[in-house]
Nanobody
């Protein structure tokens, strides 16, 4: 059974930092593009950052320069390093693994981790 498990969320003061981890199991992690999404209360999920199997990264404008996405295939893990956090970054953060195989789209989600930025 494929599993994606996020960790590292919590309460942090404005200007602080957090590192989110997404540890996967039972997937060929190295071929997957890893995405980080966040969801504000009552809103749809927003794509925050992505890293492809070759390490190419992309970010939503609101987090550029503050968030960094990374991965280590040997550990089947992706991370989202968040710094200079703002109250408007408060959301549930989800990791997502996507791979377009010859047999169809493989798309898996973690359970989410809450990030709260507040003084």
């Amino acid at each position: 059974q494929v599993q994606l498990v996020e960790s590292g969320g919590g309460l942090v003061q404005p200007g602080g930092s957090l590192r989110l981890s997404c540890t996967t199991s039972n997937i060929n992690f190295s071929v997957y593009t890893m995405h980080w999404y966040r969801q504000f209360p009552g809103k749809q999920r927003e794509l925050v950052a992505s890293i492809t199997s070759t390490g190419r990264t992309n970010y939503v404008d609101s987090v550029k320069g503050r968030f960094t996405v990374s991965r280590l295939n040997a550990e089947k893990t992706a991370w989202l390093d968040m710094s200079s956090l703002k109250p408007e970054d408060t959301a549930v953060y989800y990791c997502n693994a996507v791979f377009e195989s010859p047999f169809g789209l493989r798309n898996y989600w973690g359970q989410g981790t809450q990030v709260t930025v507040s003084s």
